[in-house]
């Protein structure tokens, strides 16, 4: 079972920034993709960004593009969302998630998709707030 653990979370004025790390806790896995989405209260759960594992191809939600920078360490086994510009609207608790297959912003859209996903953080809060 793969682990994942969020940090970096907190409280924040509009137009600051903040970086999340996700880090995995596993001798070896078969993920070739990892992420964040974010739900925000109550919202669905929403995709933000994932890059994948074996390559440099990164996807971003609309929402986020210019603004969030995903990226890894494969040596330290973690994910970074690097998120400048911050808005209220981006206000969520984000959570970090693994996945055996590697898609799009429309494909981590698809509710089928979403659902099928088991492997997930346990969340860390962003409030942007004045």
């Known amino acids: 079972q793969v682990q994942l653990v969020e940090t970096g979370g907190g409280l924040v004025q509009p137009g600051g920034s903040l970086r999340l790390s996700c880090a995995h806790s596993v001798r070896t896995f078969s993920v070739y993709a990892m992420g964040w989405f974010r739900q925000a209260p109550g919202k669905e759960r929403e995709f933000v960004a994932v890059i994948s594992w074996t390559e440099d191809t990164t996807y971003y939600a609309n929402s986020v593009k210019g603004r969030f920078t995903i990226s890894k360490d494969s040596a330290k086994k973690t994910v970074y969302l690097q998120m400048n510009r911050l808005t209220p609207e981006d206000t969520a608790v984000y959570y970090c998630?693994?996945?055996?297959?590697?898609?799009?912003?429309?494909?981590?859209?698809?509710?089928?998709?979403?659902?099928?996903?088991?492997?997930w953080g346990q969340g860390t809060l962003v409030t942007v707030s004045s």
């Open positions: 998630y693994a996945d055996k297959n590697f898609g799009d912003a429309l494909y981590y859209s698809d509710y089928d998709v979403k659902r099928s996903l088991d492997t």
